[in-house]
């Protein structure tokens, strides 16, 4: 049995207020900074050994703490980022208990979940827990812009560990995540030829119409039943109504569910590139997150949760989900990883965002036992 004690979930409810009123956009790494200092003080305190990554190019530190024991570790991963602005905590989102419903930006997607990771270390330390393998926590500052600085610390972390978890927010019925699309990011850029609408028209080349002609091609390439799926957005291109656009680009949001695929769809973007008769299309990026797909790893993973789940009094059904999310980077390394260990609740990324909170408790407390019993 699991010895650690979670505490309730008022207590886990009291703390994690703390963590969301530190607004943490992914943005300001001075303020995703604050709250990672706070945890290290903590994790400090109770005998982790730490290791704080500087950030850079803009975004805030990575911190690594890790408990004591042999062999592979077990890794648990959570980002403190958040994709809202500072304010949104003092206008349209504050911090507010409705009945089950606790609301506040970045409660669900992920303060909850990393507050999870957290805690859970912090408990194993502070009571002294003997967990089966060493745990290595890791509190990221940039995961909603795609973990441009912490995938390589996240990587090195995983590489050799007995398994990742994450505890993203939970899906639809508390499910968590077994199998996630990979990602991919393009920017089109396109340049044409200005030219007054009126008396020279002949000789403009409009780069909006053949931006629009890429874009219902990429539109095209959606294919629901192979679990392709294609969306370009935003779009820009143009200066005036009489004049003839020079400019217009776009970005373009790529999911797939396998490695295979991607490379497929990648090199069918990347070849929508051309120079003729004017017009130049200008066609950058690629993957961004290798597709998660579910091994027999993950599923015993899965098996040993679900039951912990039990105990803990509720049911852990299982999703594949769409969205990427840093368990991309270790299940495309092999490394068995279970996502969707979070909290319960809706509207990651949404104005009605809010965890349920008196799961609070149980889903810390499965989360915990993984830590302590993975073998
Ligand atoms: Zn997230």
Redo the contacts with the bound molecule.
Sequence with gaps: MPLTEIGSSDRLLAELRTWVEAETPTTDAAAVNRLMDRCAVELQAVGGQLERLPGHDGYGDTLVCRTPGQGAPIVVAG?LDTVWDHGTLATSMPWRIDGAKAHGPGIY??KAGSFFAFHSVREILRQKIATKRPIVLLLTPD??VGSPTSRAPIERAAAGARAVLIP??AGAGGACVTARKGVGRFDIAVKGVSAHAGGNWSEGRSAVVALAEVILKIHAMTDLAAGITTNVAPIQGGTRPNVIPPEASCEVDLRVPTIALGERMEAAILGLAYKRDGIEVVVTGGMNRPPFAETDDIRALYAHARALATKHGYELPVQHRGGG?DGNFTAAMGIPTLDGLGCTGAG?HAPHEHIIWQDLAPRCATLCALLEEIG
Excluded: G, K, L, R
């Design positions: 980002h997607d992920m995961e909603e993203e927010p999310s990651a």
